[in-house]
């Protein structure tokens, strides 16, 4: 029955969605699926959720083991002790030997056990999709109405009050991993408005009115175009181990990797619900997944809509490998990642829209404010960045929604037809 599920899902999407991109077919029709067919699978795509949910097919449930919601959050991944969620996985043992080093290649770099990571840098793109906690979708308080960078005292508190998916998925300013305070800083402002900066980890710089040499660079960067730093200012937090050893070669890591868990069970169900006109149902299932991540305000059945289920699905399963899929089973990569580029503008309006332009990954650089004598000394302002290394825009092609048949395949087999636009 679980198995059921996922398929059934990309028959029934690309049945309903198929249609809006009539460039995507074949006229023998060796490609597609009649829209006719759409609530048939999604019918028993439903069914097959269903199932589980009830406890007719295996005995799952949302995580639920901490009461800090992040923490829990990011649990999920790395617990394998009784994980109700887990429905398949692929495992690793350190008995064995099977280990892994994506917590090597992704850690906070100072401190780290082999002074290694940063490989996947999070984007201020996804960091804003994630609600309040009231389930409203803003962007993060950066600049006031006049423009004016608005101050924190703490470098975490402009993350205060959201989402709790979004720390339990990214190391933010101020948060800490394996007891440590990550320590990201792009630069000292000073009170004209001056940025001092620098080239590596943990540089010292002296500047007007400091006494002698002092830090200007955190030790976790970001130093722009610097490997191993947090380009974009945020560390990913999704399946780090947090156990000793985890982050160096020597012993690395075991941590499973999460193919198939109970929350995308409930959205799948969710969507499926959605789209045959059953938007209670629907409701209830996305509240169950929302209310875990510490969202107060529930949907009503009027609130459910494709964008909803979309932004739900993002957030819930970010760098679990499901959102390039779903745009793809949605028809909507060509015109998400349509190759033009992005302006600051475009990252701070419609945070939750999934069908926005989304080319290019931006960042969110902190500044600790250098004014002694002052209130606001030592507070912190940031500022949206897109990143030098980010030269391009991300395009997907019409014929990227099926993949190439190769030219030695064709030949053994004149009967098959190249698929479209290839």
Not at 325 to 344: I, N, P, Q, Y
């Amino acid at each position: 029955m679980q198995c059921k599920v996922g398929p059934l899902y990309t028959l029934s999407s690309i049945a309903k969605y198929g249609s809006g991109t009539p460039q995507v077919s074949l006229p023998g029709g060796e490609v597609g699926i009649p829209a006719s067919r759409a609530d048939g699978y999604y019918q028993t795509a439903l069914d097959a959720a269903q199932a589980i949910i009830n406890g007719e097919a295996g005995a799952y449930s949302l995580y639920m083991k901490k009461p800090e919601l992040s923490e829990n959050f990011a649990s999920i991944f790395y617990d394998k002790s009784n994980n109700p969620e887990a429905i398949f996985v692929e495992d690793y043992m350190l008995q064995s030997g099977k280990v892994h080093g994506f917590t090597i290649a992704n850690q906070p770099r100072y401190g780290a056990e082999e002074e290694e990571g940063g490989r996947i840098n999070p984007s201020l793109n996804l960091v804003q999709s994630f609600e309040t906690i009231e389930g409203e979708c803003k962007p993060l308080p950066i600049k006031d109405a006049s423009g004016n960078f608005i101050e924190y005292e703490e470098p975490e508190d402009l993350f205060a009050g959201r989402d709790a998916r979004l720390q339990g998925t990214v190391i933010v300013p101020g948060s800490t991993f394996k007891g440590r305070e990550v320590d990201i800083m792009a630069g000292i402002l000073l009170p004209g408005g001056e940025i001092v900066s620098g080239d590596a980890r943990g540089q010292q710089k002296e500047f007007p009115g400091s006494n002698g040499q002092e830090k200007v660079v955190g030790f976790d960067g970001p130093v722009d175009g610097l490997e191993h730093t947090a380009q974009t200012k945020f560390y990913l937090r999704k399946y780090l181990d947090p156990k000793a050893g985890s982050g160096q070669r020597g012993v690395q890591s075991d941590v499973w990797f999460i193919r198939y868990r109970y929350a995308e069970v409930l959205l799948n169900a969710a969507e499926a619900a959605f789209e045959l006109g059953q938007t209670g149902i629907a409701a209830d299932y996305m509240n169950q997944v929302r209310s875990r991540a510490g969202i107060i305000t529930e949907l009503t059945p009027g609130d459910i809509n494709f964008d909803r289920i979309a932004h739900e699905r993002y957030v819930e399963f970010a760098f679990e490998g499901l959102y390039f899929f779903d745009l793809k089973r949605w028809r909507l990569a060509h015109t998400v990642l349509d190759g033009t580029a992005m302006s600051e503008g475009d990252v701070v309006e419609d945070v939750c829209d999934p069908t926005d332009k989304n080319t290019q990954p931006y960042g969110l650089w902190p500044y600790k404010i250098y004014n002694p004598g002052s209130e606001d000394h030592e507070d912190w302002v940031y500022d949206i960045v897109l990143p030098s290394r980010v030269t391009g825009a991300y395009r997907f092609r019409l014929g990227n929604y099926y993949s190439e048949i190769g030219q030695d395949i064709l030949n053994n087999n004149p009967l098959i037809v190249r698929n479209p636009n290839q």
